[in-house]
């Protein structure tokens, strides 16, 4: 998706590099997801603090920055070794926004000095804000296909737990056993056969003709 962005920015604009930041909210710092050139290691490991650097500047005050030559020699600016974008002249740096909320921001440069026009800063504004939308809803189907997998593995546990307290009901009335024990003879069993508990369990179920799956 982020990739999608940087490719329509470069063709908007003719630009000579397209950095994406996303923010990193356990952390609150802002970190390079996507670049138009190749930067393997830096991405998801560049950071700034919010408010550093242009990028984190435009995080923090949900705000455009245009420079059009000697964008390094802003005061805002940190430059980083790894990143040849950073001794490029011209800058322009655009929040990306979903629901009046900065999510990301998306830093355009030039290698020349470049006037950024009115225009050319409404198509990356609108850019930003479309994308916006794009990786909240994005975020969205992810949270619930992880609460979803969450929900699954309680609803499992809750299966396993139920059956093996069946059959732990069931050695104690056949043997005569304590809770514990029953629970000590499953548990023994299972690593010296080396399979999980709950298989145990359901063959104690299957030989008393119960089925394993059925709940009480």
């Known amino acids: 998706m982020l ?33 138009q050139l190749p930067h393997k ?25 245009a420079l ?17 974008e950073d001794s490029y002249e011209a800058l322009v740096s655009v929040p990306i926004i979903s629901r009046g909320a900065v999510i990301g921001v998306m830093n355009v440069h030039h290698k020349l000095p470049h006037e950024h026009s009115p225009a050319e800063i409404g198509v990356l504004t609108f850019l930003g804000e479309q994308m916006g939308g794009a990786i909240e809803r994005w975020r969205l189907v992810e949270e619930n296909a992880r ?11 809750l299966e396993d737990r139920t059956i093996i307290e069946r059959a732990k009901g069931i050695l104690q009335q ?12 499953l548990r023994n069993e299972s690593r010296r056969r ?18 394993p799956r059925e709940t009480e």
């Open 3 to 35: 990739q999608a962005l940087i490719e329509l920015v470069v063709e908007a604009t003719r630009c000579d590099a397209c950095l994406v930041y996303l923010p990193d909210f356990a952390t609150g710092e802002v970190v390079l997801e996507a670049s």
């Open 41 to 65: 290691a830096e991405i998801g490991t560049l950071r700034m603090k919010l408010g550093e650097g242009i990028a984190g500047w435009v995080a923090e005050h949900k705000s455009v920055v």
């Open 68 to 84: 059009s030559s000697g964008a390094f020699n802003d005061p805002r600016f940190k430059k980083f070794p790894s990143l040849v």
């Open 147 to 157: 609460l979803q997998r969450t929900a699954g593995e309680i609803r499992r546990r």
């Open 174 to 185: 056949k043997f005569q056993l304590t809770e514990p024990e029953a629970y000590l003879r």
């Open 194 to 211: 080396r399979r999980p508990m709950r298989e145990l369990a359901e063959a104690v179920l299957l030989a008393e003709g119960l089925k």
